[in-house]
Nanobody, 121 residues
Framework: QVQLVESGGGLVQPGGSLRLSCAASGSGFSIAVMGWYRQAPGKQREVVAA???????TYDDSVKGRFTISRDNAKNTVDLQMNSLKPEDTAVYYC???????????????WGQGTQVTVSS
């Protein structure tokens, strides 16, 4: 059973920083891609950043230069360092992982429970 557990959300003032962490528990699988999505009230869930097992990263244009995604393959963890936060970054942030069970060629998407990030003065 794969579980993604997130931590690190909270309330921060504009211009401040937060660090989100996500750990995948379980065994018998590899993780192709890990990433972070967010969903603001009344809006669709959108990708924020993602990182492959080889370390290739992608970012949404709205967070480039402010957010940094990093991954530890040995620990099956992914972090999102968020700097220069803006009120429009307020959302529930979700960890996402593309899990590939050993012996299978198919990836399955798993989601964390979400963590609230609020940027407000």
């Amino acid at each position: 059973q794969v579980q993604l557990v997130e931590s690190g959300g909270g309330l921060v003032q504009p211009g401040g920083s937060l660090r989100l962490s996500c750990a995948a528990s379980g065994s018998g699988f590899s993780i192709a891609v890990m990433g972070w999505y967010r969903q603001a009230p009344g809006k669709q869930r959108e990708v924020v950043a993602a990182v492959t097992s080889s370390g290739t990263t992608t970012y949404d244009d709205s967070v480039k230069g402010r957010f940094t995604i990093s991954r530890d393959n040995a620990k099956n963890t992914v972090d999102l360092q968020m700097n220069s936060l803006k009120p429009e970054d307020t959302a529930v942030y979700y960890c996402n992982a593309h899990i590939v069970p050993y012996g299978l060629g198919t990836a399955y998407r798993y989601w964390g429970q979400g963590t609230q990030v609020t940027v407000s003065s």
